[in-house]
């Protein structure tokens, strides 16, 4: 397994290192200078170029980037052009809310993926299987800022069950700040759960037709058993891949839904560096993102050949 994962871990890190040009490129293309938001609407050019010296953007790109990249290497983020903080704060302050939002929202995914998947696949009704399909659709189709807003009318509005954003630590009130996490989570892990769920029936029904599962049938296996100890197990491998991109799903969700519920993670902290143009943050953000997104899938992969050994052997 080791020698699997170790012929695996070249191609991510060229990924990141390839993904650190558009990172760095992107911003400095897009419209706007931070050096003119930094010296005010109404500083004279020879503030704004004071300005856009100081924070080094004067010099050429080249130099900017193995500035960066070298730092990136040594672990210094550099500091924010905003408010002079270490970026490394910055990202350490709302990693940990955004972990406990996405982890919250991927267990709840997975609770409902599975029923879901389940019953898509074993279902024989129609009209329950329409319903499900429905219900299935709905939970993909629907934006998740639509999903945060009417979820926040229902039960903080019309109900008054639960908060309608804010947070609170856990270590200061545990109770309420689960109360908090609710609704971000379930609007997070709807459009999750909905794929996982598919890829498990679509498994799941191509499962049912293979010579093995025919043969524990003729074997007098039948129901639950059946299902459990030969369906899912030769099902669950496709949906750990799925699982991965998921996760990664999540991590981006989590900007649209943190800024809905006024969530102090790294999504409002990329908002923010975005409308000020802080080019520090805003980089070692989406750097984080993209290593994130790799490491999920060099452990998606790494689990699925776990579970079916015949993916080791064809790499």
């Known amino acids: 397994m080791l020698r699997y994962l170790l012929r695996k871990l070249p191609t991510g890190v060229l990924v990141l290192l390839l993904a650190t040009v558009p990172i760095f490129l992107v911003l400095r293309l897009s419209p706007g200078d931070p050096a003119a938001t930094l010296a005010g609407p109404d500083a004279p050019p020879e503030a ?4 856009r010296h100081e924070l080094g953007l004067d010099r050429p790109l080249v130099e900017q980037y193995g500035d960066w990249i070298g730092g990136v290497v040594r672990g210094d983020l550099s500091t924010s ?36 998947g389940i019953a898509g696949a074993v279902v024989r009704r129609g ?30 509005v019309g109900l008054r069950l639960l908060p ?35 890829f498990l029936t679509a498994s799941l029904q191509r499962a049912v037709t293979e010579e093995y599962y025919f043969a524990a049938r003729m074997r007098g296996l039948t129901g639950r058993r059946l299902l459990v100890r030969h369906g899912l197990p030769n099902s669950v491998g496709p949906v750990v891949t799925v699982l991965g991109i998921q996760i990664g799903n999540l991590l981006g969700g ?8 006024a969530w102090p993670g790294l999504g409002q902290a990329m908002v923010r560096a975005s409308e000020a143009q802080d080019y520090p943050v805003v980089q070692a ?10 490491v999920l899938q060099l452990l998606s992969d790494v689990v699925y050949a776990l579970i079916d050994p015949r993916v080791r052997e064809r790499t």
Not at 169 to 192: M, R
Not at 254 to 261: D, K, Q
């Open 81 to 116: 052009f905003v408010n002079g903080a270490e970026v490394s704060e910055i990202v350490s302050r709302g990693i940990g809310n955004t972990g406990m939002l996405a982890l919250s929202a991927l267990v709840l995914a997975l609770l409902l993926a599975f029923p879901l």
């Open 254 to 261: 989590a900007v649209i839904v943190e800024g809905v519920f």
């Open 127 to 156: 009209w329950l299987r329409t319903l499900l399909a429905s219900v299935n659709v709905l939970m993909l189709a629907v934006p998740t800022y639509v999903t945060g807003v009417v979820l926040v009318l229902v039960f903080a």
């Open 48 to 51: 704004v170029e004071a300005a």
């Open 285 to 294: 953000l989406l750097l984080l993102a993209v290593a994130v997104f790799i």
């Open 164 to 198: 309608s954003g804010g947070y609170v630590s856990f270590f200061d009130d545990p109770v309420e700040s689960v109360q908090f996490l609710i609704l971000p989570s379930i609007c997070l892990a709807l459009p999750a759960a909905a794929v996982l769920a598919r």
